[in-house]
C-alpha cells in the first residue's frame, strides 16, 4: 500500500478567499454649468437632507486636511490622547492656540445658502462632520453635528460638560502669555478641529475637570472613537425624512459620514455629490458635481426656492 499523503504538517491558517466585489469605475463629474440643471431636476420638489464635510467650511479660512490639494496630516487618534499625557500637553497647547482661530471664522456664502433652502422648505436638515458650529452660526435651525463640536469640553470621568470659552479662562490662568507668545511668532497652522502646530509645547499646564479632577476632552469625535449611538439615530432618522440627499464638501473618506449616503442610495432615492475632487461614494451617487460649495450652494438655493 503505496503512502502518497503529504508529510504531516500542522495545518496552516490560510486566509479565506473572498472574490472581490465587481464595482464599475464611475464616470466623471460634471462640471456646475451641466451638473447645476442636472441637479436641479433630481432635487426641486423634493425634501432635501444635506451632508457636509470640510469643503464647505474652507472658504471661512478652516482648511480640509483631506482635500485634494491639502498635506498629508495624520490625525490624532482617541487612544493616543487617553493614554499618553505628553501626547496630551502637546494636544492642549496647540488646541488653546487653535481655537480661537476657529472661534473667529464666519459662515460663508455656502452656509447662507442651506439656511435659505431649509427656511423655504427645500431642504430637512444638515448633518455636518464638521466641529466648527459654522452651520448653526449661519442660521440653520436643524442641525446635527455628527462629530461633535469644537465649542463644548466633556470630562471622560464623571461626564460634565463645559463650555471651551470656559476652558480657555482656566489654561489662560494655568499658562500665562502662552497663546501670545505662539500667536505673535507666526502665523500658525491650524488644523479642522481647532489644532494648531505650536514649536514647542514643554511647561504646558493641561487643566483638569473642576468636578471631579478627571481628564477633560474636546467633544469632538476623534479617530477611534465612534458616533454616540443616540446621535446616529437622529442622523438616520433626518434622512429618513427626506427624499433626497445632497452631500456637499465632503470625500466621504470616514464611514461615519458614507452609511448616510448608502442608506439613501439603496432606498433607490437620489443622492447628488457636490465636491472638489473623487469620494468614496462616487459609484453610488445618482449624480456629481465638480464644483466649490460656495459656488454650486447659493446657485442651487436660488433654482429651488424660487
Ligand atoms: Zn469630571
Redesign the pocket.
Known amino acids: 500500500m503505496s503512502h502518497t499523503a503529504p508529510p504531516t504538517t500542522a495545518p496552516r491558517a490560510v486566509p479565506r478567499q473572498v472574490a472581490p466585489r465587481f464595482v464599475p469605475a464611475p464616470t466623471p463629474p460634471h462640471d456646475l454649468d451641466v451638473g447645476l440643471p442636472a441637479a436641479v431636476d433630481l432635487l426641486r420638489g423634493r425634501r432635501v437632507a444635506v451632508l457636509t464635510g470640510a469643503g464647505i467650511s474652507t472658504d471661512s479660512g478652516i482648511p480640509d486636511y483631506r482635500g485634494p490639494d491639502s498635506p498629508p496630516r495624520r490625525p490624532m487618534t482617541y487612544q493616543q490622547f487617553v493614554s499618553d499625557p505628553a501626547f496630551r500637553r502637546t494636544y492642549w497647547a496647540r488646541n488653546h492656540v487653535g481655537w480661537r482661530h476657529v472661534h473667529r471664522t464666519r459662515p460663508n456664502a455656502g452656509h447662507d445658502a442651506v439656511v435659505r433652502m431649509e427656511a423655504r422648505g427645500a431642504v430637512v436638515g444638515v448633518i455636518t462632520q464638521n466641529v466648527d458650529r459654522l452651520h448653526t452660526l449661519a442660521g440653520s435651525r436643524s442641525v446635527i453635528d455628527l462629530h461633535g463640536t469644537y465649542a463644548a469640553i466633556v470630562?471622560l470621568?464623571?461626564?460634565?460638560r463645559t463650555t471651551r470659552d470656559a476652558l480657555a479662562r482656566r489654561l489662560e490662568a494655568l499658562n500665562p502669555g502662552f497663546a501670545e507668545a505662539v500667536g505673535s511668532v507666526a502665523d500658525v497652522e491650524i488644523a479642522p478641529d481647532a489644532d494648531a502646530v505650536v514649536e514647542s509645547t514643554e511647561g504646558f499646564r493641561v487643566a483638569d475637570?473642576e468636578?471631579?479632577?478627571?481628564m477633560l476632552k474636546p467633544d469632538i469625535v476623534y479617530f477611534g472613537e465612534s458616533v454616540p449611538r443616540e446621535r446616529v439615530e437622529r442622523a438616520y432618522a433626518l434622512v429618513d425624512s427626506a427624499d433626497a440627499l445632497l452631500v456637499a464638501g465632503s470625500s466621504l473618506a470616514v464611514m461615519s459620514g458614507l452609511r448616510f449616503v448608502r442608506h439613501v442610495a439603496r432606498s433607490g432615492r437620489p443622492v447628488v455629490i457636490v465636491n472638489r475632487g473623487a469620494t468614496r461614494a462616487d459609484v453610488e451617487a445618482t449624480l456629481r458635481v465638480h464644483a466649490g460649495t460656495s459656488q454650486a450652494l447659493p446657485a442651487l438655493a436660488e433654482r429651488l426656492t424660487d
Open positions: 470630562c470621568d464623571c461626564g460634565d475637570c468636578r471631579c479632577g478627571g
